[in-house]
T-cell receptor
Framework: DAKTTQPPSMDCAEGRAANLPCNHSTISGNEYVYWYRQIHSQGPQYIIH???NNETNEMASLIITEDRKSSTLILPHATLRDTAVYYC???????????FGKGTKLTVNP | EPEVTQTPSHQVTQMGQEVILRCVPI?????FYWYRQILGQKVEFLVS????????KSEIFDDQFSVERPDGSNFTLKIRSTKLEDSAMYFCASRFQMYSNQPQHFGDGTRLSIL
């Protein structure tokens, strides 16, 4: 089972920031948090990952709490093309496999 | 930007037939993976492959499945005798391993339909 908990769905207005939360209370000290998204039935698309520091790239920002038990993915200016299922994934015990949960279905509305 | 490419995009096969799904990982990547997603369900890990060996596999990856890197560019998933329940999207992924946290990058999948 996935080690993360995400809300099943969220809505966001186009042009506004989308803030997607994720709980990972059992994360271990050397485990990373990865975010992917899946648009329709396309392959999962890598967004960003982090260990304990906040991270930013051209797609998004990742804010990880100091205790590392939760994180937030921020899409600063959501567009209609950001409508997708977003997955927060923590790798498990040195295994390389990604365990996908049900994710958060983000709908960006015009 | 380099991509993982998968062919064919859609494969239709009769039950009991063998099928080979093909993937071209990103060129300097060293770790390779297959996942599948049955319609309406979660993405599930099948197998990971490094240095010409399976490094990890799931319970789904039974004796009917095999993987191979036949040359320097392709990575294949073979299903020996397909069943109706093998119908799914199959995704290939690859990862560059300089540091253990490097992310996996996915292709857009092959839709496998078993009749």
């Amino acid at each position: 089972d996935a080690k993360t908990t995400q809300p099943p769905s969220m809505d966001c207005a186009e042009g506004r920031a989308a803030n997607l939360p994720c709980n990972h209370s059992t994360i271990s000290g050397n485990e990373y948090v990865y975010w992917y998204r899946q648009i329709h039935s396309q392959g999962p698309q890598y967004i960003i990952h982090g260990l304990k520091n906040n991270e930013t790239n051209e797609m998004a920002s990742l804010i990880i709490t100091e205790d590392r038990k939760s994180s937030t993915l921020i899409l600063p200016h959501a567009t209609l093309r950001d409508t997708a299922v977003y997955y927060c994934i923590v790798t498990q015990g040195g295994s390389e496999k990604l365990v996908f949960g049900k994710g958060t279905k983000l709908t960006v509305n015009p | 930007e380099p991509e993982v490419t998968q062919t064919p995009s859609h494969q239709v096969t009769q039950m009991g037939q063998e099928v080979i799904l093909r993937c071209v990982p990103i060129s300097n990547h060293l770790y390779f993976y297959w996942y599948r997603q049955i319609l309406g369900q979660k993405v599930e890990f099948l197998v990971s492959f490094y240095n010409n060996e399976i490094s990890e596999k799931s319970e789904i990856f039974d004796d009917q499945f095999s993987v191979e890197r036949p040359d320097g560019s392709n990575f294949t998933l073979k299903i020996r005798s397909t069943k109706l329940e093998d119908s799914a999207m199959y995704f290939c992924a690859s990862r560059f391993q300089m540091y253990s946290n490097q992310p996996q990058h996915f292709g857009d999948g092959t839709r496998l339909s078993i009749l």
